[in-house]
Structures are given as C-alpha cells and as structure tokens.
C-alpha cells in the first residue's frame, strides 16, 4: 500500500515539474497568468469589482472575500519576487489581512516583507504596523517583538516626527505592560 502512495507521489511530482513554467495557477482558482502585467491587472479587475458590488463605491470585504483578495496579491509576490512590484503587493496583502482581523496572517507576511525587503519604501510604515499588532493584536501578546520593531523603527528613521519619536520611546519604556495597562496608566 506505501508503495502505491510513493507511486502517486512520484506521479505528481512528475507532472508538476513537467508543467509549463511560466505559468501560475492563483489560489483563487483564476485564469492562468504569464506575465505580472496580467497579474496585476486580474488584482485591479477584483478590486474594481468589489468597489463596484460596494453601496459605498469604496472597497468593503468579508473576511472569505479578503482571504481571495490578499491571495491574489500574494501571488504576485511569489511568481515575481525580484520585482518592483512583489513588496508592494505584501504589503497589501499585509494590511487586507490586518483589516479582515486575520492578526496571525498579516504579520506573518510583512514579518517576510521585511526580511526580504529591506529596502522597500514604506518600510517604516511596516514596521509600525508589526510593533502595533504584536503590542494589541496577537495573542499571546509578544512583547520581544513589539520591542524589535519598535526600536528598528527609531533607528532606521532618525529624521522621524519628535512627536512621534517620542510616542514610541515612552511606549518602548513601559513594554512589560500590556497595551491596556499602558493607556490606564497614562490616564
């Protein structure tokens, strides 16, 4: 019987490697797309038809809806790394599982998106977003990390708003305590 299972592994293994190269299947189960241009302009045409669907012509999604959506531009990502284009659609995908309350998925991806991408221009935005979601969001709370990026913010951005700057140094000093515990004990 095992070996009956090798048999069918092999088999797919077999057809996978044989398969067409510059062709992705997106998760969703889209058309096959060969060039990121096409890629992205199946992410548009879903956007486009969710502002469309939308009483309020503004992009409004379930959570199934936003699991479709962020894997559509995960996709992106994954065929074309090197690209321009591949941070930024992390990125997205990133904030689309934030604004779904998919916590545990969304840094999990920008976690990736900046390891990969050090250089990507909203890194600051990124790493704010990282500290802030394991500081409220995740749970069990991680407090390593809300440090870790916090305090890599402060350093890669030197130039940073005083305010802002400020905000995050008081934060950084009372991160044994929970974000509720913080906000009581500032009022």
Known sequence: ???VYYVIAVGF???ACASDPE???LPTGGENVKS???AIKEVKAF???LKRSSASGTLEYNEET???YAEKCLSIAHRFPKSKEAPKYMDKAHIIFA???LHQRS??????LIAMYPMYKNRAMVLESLAGAYDVFVIPRQKEKVKKYYELLLKENPEMNPEQRKQIEDRLKYVDLTFDEYVSKAN
């Open 13 to 15: 293994l077999v057809a």
């Open 107 to 112: 840094v999990m991806i920008a976690d990736s």
């Open 23 to 25: 062709t992705v299947k």
């Open 47 to 49: 956007e486009d038809s």
């Open 36 to 38: 990121m241009p096409a």
């Open 66 to 68: 936003a699991v479709v």
């Open 1 to 3: 019987m095992m070996k």
């Open 99 to 101: 604004s779904a309350n």
